[in-house]
Nanobody
Framework: QVQLVESGGGLVQPGGSLTLSCAAS????????MAWYRQGSGKERNLVAV???????TYRDSVKGRFTISRDAAKNTVTLQMNSLKPNDTDVYYC??????????WGQGIQVTVSS
């Protein structure tokens, strides 16, 4: 059983910033993949950013240069720094982790709303 606790979402004006954090705990031997996904109502879940144990990162094209994913391996936490937020960044964001990609363990989701 793996538990993921997300925090940091909320309402922000366009151009603003938010930091999402996720802490993983439970019975998982080694977390090699930590990722953030987003999902709108009635839409499929899409990858936003992923970071691998070696430090390699991949970003969705629409967030490149604006979002930064980082991890603290010792604490099993992953952070998504979101800058220059736009209204179309609005969605529910999910943390996901696993030993492999794509990850199988998911958080409960956290709302991010960008609106004036």
């Amino acid at each position: 059983q793996v538990q993921l606790v997300e925090s940091g979402g909320g309402l922000v004006q366009p151009g603003g910033s938010l930091t999402l954090s996720c802490a993983a705990s439970g019975s998982i031997s080694e977390i090699n993949v930590m990722a953030w996904y987003r999902q709108g109502s009635g839409k499929e879940r899409n990858l936003v950013a992923v970071i691998f144990s070696a430090g390699t990162t991949t970003y969705r094209d629409s967030v490149k240069g604006r979002f930064t994913i980082s991890r603290d391996a010792a604490k099993n936490t992953v952070t998504l720094q979101m800058n220059s937020l736009k209204p179309n960044d609005t969605d529910v964001y999910y943390c996901a982790v696993d030993t492999i990609f794509p990850p199988r363990y998911w958080g409960q989701g956290i709302q991010v709303t960008v609106s004036s």
